[in-house]
Structure formats: C-alpha cells, structure tokens
C-alpha cells in the first residue's frame, strides 16, 4: 500500500480547488464517509457537511447511519463523543487534531481529581456530592463521571440533568463552564450565594469550609471566550437604538447577559425560536458569530433583522482550525485507503464515559 498523503501538500490550495476535490472524495468514497458539521463551523468547511447541528445531536446521528468513517468537522472532545457513542466498526476522525476547546482545556483530571479529594477532606463526596460535567469537556473527565456516579450535561439538558442529580445528592460539582451551571441553577430558583466558585488555580478551590459545606453547586472556575465576549452594556447600548429588540443568548454567556435577556437556549433552541419567530422583528443573538451570520441571511427574506451581540468579531478560533484543506487531505486519504487523524478513546475510560453519557440519555 502506498503511503498516506502528507498534509503539507494541501497547505497552498485555494478554496474553491478544495471544494470540487472534497465533492470528488466523498463520490469515491460512496456512502462511506460521513461528514459532520457544527453549528459554530466556517462556511467554507460547514457547506460539505452531510449533517450538521449541535455535538450530541451529531454523534448520535453518526452512529445510527452506515458510514465506516465520521469524519467530525468541530473540535476535539466533539470527536470524542462520537468514537464513545459510536459502534465498534466505526472510525471517528477529526481533519485537524489542534482543534481543540479552550473551555474543555479550563478542567484536566489532574485538577478535577485534586478537587475531588480536597472536597473529600471537609465532606463525604461519594454520597452527597453528584459530579456533572458538561460534553465540551475531555473524554477522561466524562470517564470520571461515569467512575463517581456522575453525569454528563449539555446546554439543552442541564436543568434536566440537574433535576436527576438533586435526586440523588444534595450537592454537584459542575465543569468545565461555570456559567452554564449557574444561569442554569438560579433558573430552578437556587439562590447565588449557594453557588460558588471553584477556583482550580487556589488551594481549596480558594472557599472556606463553611462555603463548601453550605454550597448546592459548586461551579468550576471554566467559561468560553467566545461567550466571554458578550457584556450586558452591549444589550444596553443596542436598545437604546433599537427599543423593539428581542434579545436571545446562550447559557455559556454571563450571568448579567442572561438576565437581561428575553430567551436563553443553546445553539438548536437559538435556530428554533428566530426561525419560528413573527417576520420583521429584529433580534440581538449572543452566540458564535458564524452561527449568527448563517441565521441573519436565513431570516433575511422574512424581514428579520439578526444581529451579533458583541461589537467586535468573536468566533470560535479553535473550531477555525478546521479548514477546507484539513479536510480535503482527510477525504481523499480516506479514499485512497488511508486513516489519518482517527480519535480513539481507551476502552476503559471509553467505557467509563459512555456510563455518564447513558445517565444523560436516560435523564434527559
């Protein structure tokens, strides 16, 4: 067999040479690739999806179709979820494997152990203490989960999935995002000053003993930068222009954005309720911008005006490591009978994490 097609060949083509030669790949490959494409995906890699959505939405969909090879155009942990969630023939692929999530990089097992066993110190954490992590985070962090009775969550289901971990404890312990626990938590009518913050960076988490002990949620100290950017003064600022203005945002934005807006959802919940949405309203959106710019053309035709909630671009720089040429070099490897890029996640911590994801199945 020859050998595998090296990626610095493809480094120098332009977009439109990489778009027929990834339509070519795919005819060859004839059903046996599936390519997938997230919400917060460039336009010029999301237009060769044959499915696109949220994560979950994605790697189940993957595995329930016939394709030998996924090939994830998203970041890291995303590609994670569908080797875990997929069936053993199948072969999970990410274009460029520095695609990664800054979030996701905020908890490693290393500090998440460490603050499991510092929280051991003051209370009884295997029976009052549920652990919840949110998808974007590391297969191993989600395989901890599994280990401590604990759960996955995902901006669609964590009050659900919260639900399910007060039935069972008094307390959660939620990473990586510590702004998606709590606008999720003060929405079930937990109190802030029952939600602290777990700083991974100070002894202790930086609490006292009396924090930790009179704490429901415990939030790790992660958030997205890509959310990070969103201010309340922005909404502020854009109202006193546009007084009709509906404001819509992602959990993962800030406690202060939430609560000045009209609706909080996560990416298919944004899409759903601006395209169910009365024509000629005018809407302040924040979440990624290329999920944004896609709405705002879509809805253009019903009168609808889509705004980007920032005033500076803010999109997914990680997620833009997938490019036309990463995924031109994948497909036609793939066609030429080469596996490049394949994420694999160990069998026992596969097998740890596909119990935390099961929890989040059956609660959800």
């Known amino acids: 067999m020859t050998a595998a097609l090296p990626i610095h060949d493809y480094a120098l083509l332009d977009d439109a040479e990489c778009a027929e030669r990834i339509a070519a790949a795919k005819a060859q490959l004839n059903g046996r690739c599936i390519v997938l494409g997230h919400h917060y995906q460039r336009d010029e890699v999301f237009q060769h999806a044959d499915i696109y959505g949220d994560s979950l939405k994605l790697s189940r969909e993957a595995a329930q179709s016939a394709a030998e090879f996924i090939v994830f155009c998203g ?6 979820v569908a080797d875990i969630l997929s069936r053993p023939e199948q072969i999970a692929i990410l274009p460029d494997m520095a695609a990664g999530c800054s979030m996701a990089d905020m908890a490693n097992k290393i500090k998440v152990q460490q603050c499991w066993d510092e929280l051991a110190k003051i209370i009884d954490v295997e029976n009052s203490v549920t652990p919840v992590t949110y998808i974007n985070s590391a297969a191993d962090l989600k395989a901890f989960c599994g280990q401590h009775g604990g759960i996955v969550c995902t901006s669609s289901n964590a009050q659900k999935i919260l639900n399910w971990s007060f039935e069972r404890r008094e307390k959660v312990l939620f990473f990586p995002d510590q702004h998606l626990g709590r606008n999720t938590g003060y929405r079930m009518g937990i109190p802030l000053e029952h939600m602290v913050t ?3 960076n100070k002894p202790q988490g930086g609490l006292t003993e009396q924090q930790i ?3 429901k949620m415990i939030l790790w100290k992660g958030y997205c930068s890509v959310h990070q950017a969103f201010q309340p003064e922005q909404i502020d600022n854009f109202k006193a222009k546009y007084p009709e203005t509906i404001v819509i945002s992602h959990p993962e934005a800030c406690f202060e954005v939430c609560e000045k807006s009209d609706y909080i959802g996560s990416t298919e919940m944004i899409l759903k309720i601006v395209r169910e949405a009365e024509p000629n309203t005018r809407w ?5 911008l290329n999920l944004v710019s896609r709405l705002a053309q879509e809805t253009k035709a ?6 980007f909630m920032a005033p500076t671009l803010s999109m997914c720089s990680t997620m833009f490591r997938t490019d036309p040429q990463h995924l031109c070099w994948v497909l036609e490897n793939l066609a030429a009978g080469h596996v490049v890029n394949r994420v694999s996640v160990p069998a026992e911590e596969a097998a740890l994490a596909k119990l935390a994801l099961d929890n989040m199945l059956l609660a959800s």
Request: without cysteine; aromatic residues 14%.
């Open 284 to 288: 302040l959106v924040a979440t990624e």
């Open 302 to 307: 019903q009168g609808k005006q889509v705004h």
């Open 75 to 80: 970041v890291h942990f995303m590609a994670e």
């Open 213 to 215: 002990r009179d704490a």
């Open 198 to 200: 777990w700083d991974f």
